[in-house]
Every structure is written in C-alpha cells, then in structure tokens.
C-alpha cells in the first residue's frame, strides 16, 4: 500500500506509522516529494488498510495496484542502481548514468579458453565477464560445463583484469559452492526464471542476480519472478530481455525491444539486453546490442569466442573479439547521443591516494621515477597545469587532455589519480561546468584545493622587442584580462583556443611582428623569451581549482593528505516548500561553518530542482573534522533531502 502522509504530519507521527508497518513486518520505502511524503509498504501478511488510514498524520491510503510490489515503480518512484564490487575497489553501478557490458563465452570450456576471453573482452572495454559452469542444455547428451573447475577459470580470469564475473545457477545446491568460488553476480537463465524454490534461496543470499526472461514468459510473469527474489530479502534484481519464442524462425528467438520501455514505466529495476541468445545468429547481434541501448537498456550481456568455430555451446552467437570490440565502440559513439557514458574498468591502483604520494616521495628518494599522474585540461604551459605544479610541488605528472569532461573520466577510469578541476576566477567567475561535472560524477570526492595567481606575460620569439610586435595571440579570456596593455601599444588581437596554443603558434611561426599572452612558463617550454612580465590590467587575478580523485570502496571522502582537514565542500538538495534553505542553513550556522561559497545549479532532468553547492570553513578546535561533518551531515538530514559530501580537505 502506498500512504500519503499529511502535509503538515510531524516527525513523530511518520515514526509512529513506520513503527506500526514494521511490527507486521512490512518494508517500507520513504518517498519525499514536491508536495507531500508518501511510505510504500509491502508485506507478505495482509494488513486492513484502515488501521493504517486512523492514524494521525496519514492523509490517505492507497493500495499498489500490481500484482508485483516490491518491484513496482508505485513502490519505488526512482530508478534502482545496483552496485557491483571488483577487485580493485571499484564499484560499477548497473542501473545509472553508465551503460555496461558483460562479455565472454557461452561456457567456460577450459582455463586457456577463459583467461584468452577475459583479455579479449577487456581489451574492447566490457565491465563484467560472463562464462557458464553449469549449463541448462537442451539435449542431455549435450556439454553440460565444467562444474566447479569451470568457476574457478572463470573467477581467475575475472579477478587477472578487475572484471566482476557473472554465471548461471541452475539449482540452489550449487550456492555455498559458488560463493565459495567467488561468483559476482548470479545468473537466472530462461529456462529457470520461474523455478520459485531457486529464487526464494537466491534472494535470501541478497547478492546481485540477472534475471533471464523466460522463453515465454510475459512481462507480468516476469516481474512476478523478481518480486520472489525481492520479497526473498535481495534488493539486487536485473533484469535481462533475451528474446522470446515467437512463429518467426529466421532468427533463434525474436529479441522484444519494446519489453525494455514497457518496463521503465513498470519497474524501477534495471534492464539489461542479451542479443546473443535473442538473435542466435553472428551477425545479427551487433545491430540489436545498439538498439536495445538506444531504446533505454542499462547494458549488454554478450556471447564472445577466441575461437567461436571451436565452441562448445552456441557456436554460432559467439562474437570475434573483433566483432565485439566493434560493438564497444559504437557504445562510445551511442552514449553522448542518449544522454550516457560507457562504464570502464579502473586500471589497477595497488595504492591510496595518501600512500602514493608517499610512496612517490620515497620513489624520489629511491631515484626511481614512477610518478602520480594528474590530469588538467589544455596543453603545458597553461595555468591549469601550472596548478598541478604548485599543488604537487613536482611529484606528480600533468598529464594534459581536451576537456574537463575529459578529465573526470580518466579519473573515474583510473587512468590517472588525480584530476586539476578549475572552479572559480576571481574576475571572470564560477566555471559553472565543473560545478555539474561534480554532480554528475558520483564517485569521485574532492581531496584538495589550490589557487594561483593568473600572471600574463608577453612572450615573443628571441630577438623580438615590444617594438617588433603587431599581432598578440591569446585565448580570448587573456587578450580582455590585458586589455590596457594591448591598447597602450596598439597591438592587433588574434584569438586561440588556448593561452597555451598562442604560444606554440608564435614560436612555430617564429617572426618578430608576433608575441604571444600567456603565462611565462611558456618560454621556456616553446623556445620564447619574456618582453614583459605581469600585463594584466588587475593584479588580482586567481583561479581557484580544485582536485579530484576517483572514491574508493565505501564512498567515504578520500583523503590526500595526513594533515587536518578545514575546509569541506557539500551537495545538498531543499525541499520545494517556503523556507527549506533558510532552514538548511541554519544548520550550517548552528554547526558554527562558515560558508565560503554557495552555488545553486538546476538538475539535469528535473526542471526547476536545484543543487546546492556549498564549501564550508571547519574551524580549528574541531578535534575530529570527519566524525563533525558525518554528525552535520545527519542533521542537515532532516531539513535537506538528497545531501553528498563531495570532499573533506585542507586548503
Ligand atoms: C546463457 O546465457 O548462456 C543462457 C543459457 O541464456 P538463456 O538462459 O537466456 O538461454
Ligand atoms: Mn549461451
């Protein structure tokens, strides 16, 4: 049933209803909306609602119309993200803004076959790894897999390249020995979908599991086997479109694309896509992979072969490498266009972000020279990676790429540690971008903060003198930030897309009539000398930039370095209601924050919602900065709605 609380019922009043639903076992989701509050509940007893509809502060009751409850969108409004762990700390999200794939073969046919998949499967990209031990054949006569060996192949092979691993079970009794072997997620297979007994035990387990339609199953009796996992005590339900037995031969099964928005409206669970079983045929699967994407799927599970000629089971579904690689990268081009990204794999990181530094400094010491690696937006010379200097005092390389986007996904990627996000300019403002860029990408934390000065300098190839020169170039932003200058000499202004680009333009054309506004460093790096140092019209001028790293197991804040934090920066949403931010900041007062910065940005996809984005002063006799953000955190709770600590750091 779904209760609709009164606009006005009072926090003890919501406690007493949850109490009274939880006495007769009920679960019960809280959904805060614009208007008013509702509780869904579900629970196996039947309750009369009119119990439920006399207490104070319910203004009604209603009861879910579906057969399926817990799986009901009724219950849960918003749409489920199931979070997988690897074993490299990364948890990948199968639900959310990223799509996934799960790629390898049909069976697991031997270690060699399996560890030569998992390369290939990881090479083009996918996230997950797939390969049957137990395999639910049609004929008895037919390879039956490997059993146990099977998963152990299949774990090894996962754990070589950070790829969680996903199998069928095709009966309760073989639990312990997958857990034993580590399985990730659980396969449901379509022949098993509606085996209750192995669903209810499945579910008790509560550990992620993909959920096969039936041959011929429809979407109710579908929904209907989830709800036996959900009410079973798991909340990790995935659901995967396989294709369904229809008159039409051509292909193995007739893939139901329209199953996927069917069930957005349905169900707040994932969907998920397996062509390879659907079609049954090579070349058909690529084609339905994207359109199951483009029509709203979470991911991909795909059959892949080294050797798909030599396959034991569905020889002829199993992709080439090739193939599948092809289909990632048509992922990579899809993804922007329905408002995704593609999830990937972090590279292995044996180290926290505090040990390696450390580990860089001793490595200094040692005379190795493995550094950390830093990303910044724009080429050498710019100020962004003049900040990756300052801030790492030279331990760390700055590696340069093409956007701030850019950067928060080599981030996430773990392609490198660290990220130089520019936040705000005292003269030219919030760089609202990066602002969303924070919100959007949930896991990564804010470990630090810097801010440099921004001094231009004119700079001009060896033997050129403020007299020489006609032509400056600089990004527009430089040419306005020395406006005076430029005028005072009667310099004509060409635009470039970078400070840095403007500089390398004037050494490689090398003539007098030319120079360069950027940041002095740039001499030295394109072969320039200064003809005047500090140009700018004011002085003070500074950029604020902020670093990132990708969050670790357990979304706590990540840490850079040993030192006290004083600064943190906050996310938090209001309720739509007269008053909500003056409340919430009442909080920050109590707390004694002093607020640095407070920014509001609308959110992606609900008109008229906003984030608010706020960097707060710890003062100096809190003794334990962490715990006092965490307990804040809990109070602002009760006036704030969604709230994320993006970062806990010193600056
Ligand atoms: C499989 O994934 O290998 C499989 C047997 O799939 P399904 O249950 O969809 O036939
Ligand atoms: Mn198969």
């Given at each position: 049933?779904?209760?609709?609380?009164?606009?006005?019922?009072?926090?003890?009043?919501?406690?007493?209803?949850?109490?009274?639903?939880?006495?007769?076992n009920f679960k019960?989701n809280?959904?805060?909306?614009?208007?008013?509050?509702?509780?869904?509940?579900v629970g196996k007893?039947?309750?009369?609602?009119?119990?439920?509809?006399?207490?104070?502060?319910?203004?009604?009751?209603?009861?879910?119309?579906?057969p399926y409850k817990l799986a009901s969108?009724?219950f849960k409004?918003?749409?489920s993200?199931i979070?997988i762990?690897?074993?490299?700390?990364?948890?990948?999200?199968?639900?959310?803004?990223?799509?996934?794939?799960?790629?390898?073969?049909?069976?697991?046919?031997?270690?060699?076959?399996?560890?030569?998949?998992?390369?290939?499967?990881?090479?083009?990209?996918?996230?997950?790894?797939?390969?049957?031990?137990?395999?639910?054949?049609?004929?008895?006569?037919?390879?039956?897999?490997?059993?146990?060996?099977?998963?152990?192949?299949?774990?090894?092979?996962?754990?070589?390249?950070?790829?969680?691993?996903?199998?069928e079970i095709v009966a309760a009794e073989y639990i312990p020995?997958m857990e034993?072997?580590?399985v990730d997620v659980y396969q449901v297979g379509?022949?098993n979908m509606q085996n209750f007994e192995l669903l209810k035990r499945l579910g008790k387990l509560g550990k992620p599991v993909i959920l096969k339609?039936g041959?011929?199953?429809?979407?109710?009796e579908w929904l209907m086997s989830a709800e036996y996992l959900l009410s079973s005590g798991t909340d990790k339900v995935i659901l995967c479109?396989?294709?369904?037995?229809?008159?039409?031969?051509?292909?193995?099964?007739?893939?139901?694309?329209?199953?996927?928005?069917?069930?957005?409206?349905?169900t707040h669970l994932p969907?998920?896509?397996?062509?390879?079983?659907?079609?049954?045929?090579?070349?058909?699967?690529?084609?339905?992979?994207?359109?199951?994407?483009?029509?709203?799927?979470?991911?991909?599970?795909?059959?892949?072969?080294?050797?798909?000629?030599?396959?034991?089971?569905?020889?002829?579904?199993?992709?080439?490498?090739?193939?599948?690689?092809?289909?990632?990268?048509?992922?990579?081009?899809?993804?922007?266009?329905?408002?995704?990204?593609?999830?990937?794999?972090?590279?292995?990181?044996?180290?926290?972000?505090?040990?390696?530094?450390?580990?860089?400094?001793?490595?200094?010491?040692?005379?190795?020279?493995?550094?950390?690696?830093?990303?910044?937006?724009?080429?050498?010379?710019?100020?962004?990676?003049?900040?990756?200097?300052?801030?790492?005092?030279?331990?760390?390389?700055?590696?340069?790429?093409?956007?701030?986007?850019?950067?928060?996904?080599?981030?996430?990627?773990?392609?490198?540690?660290?990220?130089?996000?520019?936040?705000?300019?005292?003269?030219?403002?919030?760089?609202?971008?990066?602002?969303?860029?924070?919100?959007?990408?949930?896991?990564?934390?804010?470990?630090?903060?810097?801010?440099?000065?921004?001094?231009?300098?004119?700079?001009?190839?060896?033997?050129?003198?403020?007299?020489?020169?006609?032509?400056?170039?600089?990004?527009?932003?430089?040419?306005?930030?020395?406006?005076?200058?430029?005028?005072?000499?009667?310099?004509?202004?060409?635009?470039?897309?970078?400070?840095?680009?403007?500089?390398?333009?004037?050494?490689?054309?090398?003539?007098?009539?030319?120079?360069?506004?950027?940041?002095?460093?740039?001499?030295?790096?394109?072969?320039?000398?200064?003809?005047?140092?500090?140009?700018?019209?004011?002085?003070?001028?500074?950029?604020?930039?902020?670093?990132?790293?990708?969050?670790?197991?357990?979304?706590?804040?990540?840490?850079?370095?040993?030192?006290?934090?004083?600064?943190?920066?906050?996310?938090?949403?209001?309720?739509?209601?007269?008053?909500?931010?003056?409340?919430?900041?009442?909080?920050?007062?109590?707390?004694?924050?002093?607020?640095?910065?407070?920014?509001?940005?609308?959110?992606?996809?609900?008109?008229?919602?906003?984030?608010?984005?706020?960097?707060?002063?710890?003062?100096?006799?809190?003794?334990?900065?962490?715990?006092?953000?965490?307990?804040?955190?809990?109070?602002?709770?009760?006036?704030?709605?969604?709230?994320?600590?993006?970062?806990?750091?010193?600056?």
């Amino acid at each position: 049933m779904v209760i609709v609380l009164k606009n006005d019922a009072s926090e003890s009043e919501k406690k007493n209803i949850k109490n009274l639903l939880k006495s007769k076992n009920f679960k019960i989701n809280e959904v805060k909306g614009e208007e008013s509050t509702i509780l869904a509940a579900v629970g196996k007893l039947s309750m009369d609602v009119r119990e439920v509809e006399v207490l104070p502060g319910v203004e009604k009751v209603v009861p879910i119309s579906k057969p399926y409850k817990l799986a009901s969108r009724e219950f849960k409004p918003e749409n489920s993200i199931i979070e997988i762990q690897n074993n490299r700390g990364q948890i990948i999200r199968v639900g959310g803004s990223r799509l996934v794939s799960i790629g390898g073969p049909c069976a697991v046919e031997s270690r060699e076959q399996m560890l030569a998949a998992a390369a290939a499967v990881s090479a083009a990209g996918a996230t997950m790894l797939r390969g049957g031990a137990y395999k639910p054949r049609t004929s008895p006569y037919a390879f039956q897999g490997l059993g146990e060996e099977g998963l152990k192949y299949l774990k090894e092979a996962g754990d070589k390249y950070g790829l969680p691993v996903v199998t069928e079970i095709v009966a309760a009794e073989y639990i312990p020995l997958m857990e034993d072997n580590g399985v990730d997620v659980y396969q449901v297979g379509a022949r098993n979908m509606q085996n209750f007994e192995l669903l209810k035990r499945l579910g008790k387990l509560g550990k992620p599991v993909i959920l096969k339609r039936g041959l011929c199953a429809t979407i109710q009796e579908w929904l209907m086997s989830a709800e036996y996992l959900l009410s079973s005590g798991t909340d990790k339900v995935i659901l995967c479109e396989r294709g369904i037995r229809t008159y039409e031969t051509a292909t193995r099964n007739t893939l139901d694309l329209s199953a996927i928005p069917v069930l957005r409206s349905l169900t707040h669970l994932p969907i998920i896509v397996d062509p390879s079983h659907a079609v049954g045929v090579r070349d058909k699967i690529p084609p339905m992979a994207l359109a199951a994407l483009a029509a709203g799927a979470d991911g991909i599970i795909v059959e892949v072969h080294c050797h798909p000629e030599q396959a034991l089971s569905d020889a002829a579904q199993a992709l080439y490498p090739e193939q599948f690689d092809k289909i990632m990268r048509d992922m990579e081009a899809l993804a922007p266009v329905i408002g995704k990204q593609v999830a990937h794999i972090r590279s292995e990181r044996k180290t926290s972000p505090t040990q390696s530094i450390q580990s860089t400094q001793e490595s200094k010491k040692n005379g190795t020279d493995e550094k950390i690696k830093c990303a910044f937006s724009g080429k050498k010379g710019a100020y962004a990676e003049q900040a990756v200097i300052n801030f790492f005092d030279d331990s760390a390389e700055a590696v340069e790429v093409n956007s701030f986007d850019e950067i928060f996904q080599q981030v996430v990627d773990g392609k490198v540690q660290y990220g130089m996000i520019p936040i705000e300019n005292s003269t030219a403002g919030s760089i609202y971008n990066n602002y969303d860029n924070l919100t959007r990408y949930e896991d990564v934390s804010i470990v630090g903060a810097v801010t440099i000065r921004i001094e231009h300098s004119l700079l001009a190839p060896k033997g050129a003198t403020l007299q020489t020169v006609k032509n400056v170039y600089s990004h527009p932003q430089g040419l306005a930030q020395c406006s005076n200058f430029i005028k005072n000499h009667g310099y004509h202004c060409v635009d470039t897309v970078s400070t840095a680009t403007g500089a390398q333009l004037v050494a490689s054309k090398g003539e007098l009539e030319n120079a360069a506004i950027c940041n002095a460093r740039n001499a030295e790096i394109w072969g320039l000398e200064v003809l005047q140092q500090g140009i700018e019209n004011n002085p003070n001028n500074y950029t604020r930039f902020v670093i990132i790293a990708a969050n670790h197991v357990g979304s706590e804040p990540l840490q850079f370095e040993e030192k006290k934090p004083n600064r943190a920066s906050i996310l938090f949403t209001t309720k739509n209601e007269a008053g909500a931010l003056y409340d919430a900041l009442g909080v920050f007062k109590n707390a004694n924050l002093s607020m640095n910065r407070l920014e509001s940005r609308p959110i992606a996809g609900k008109p008229w919602k906003y984030w608010f984005y706020s960097d707060v002063v710890i003062q100096n006799d809190v003794a334990n900065p962490k715990e006092f953000i965490a307990d804040f955190k809990e109070k602002l709770k009760k006036v704030a709605e969604d709230i994320r600590v993006l970062g806990i750091y010193s600056e």
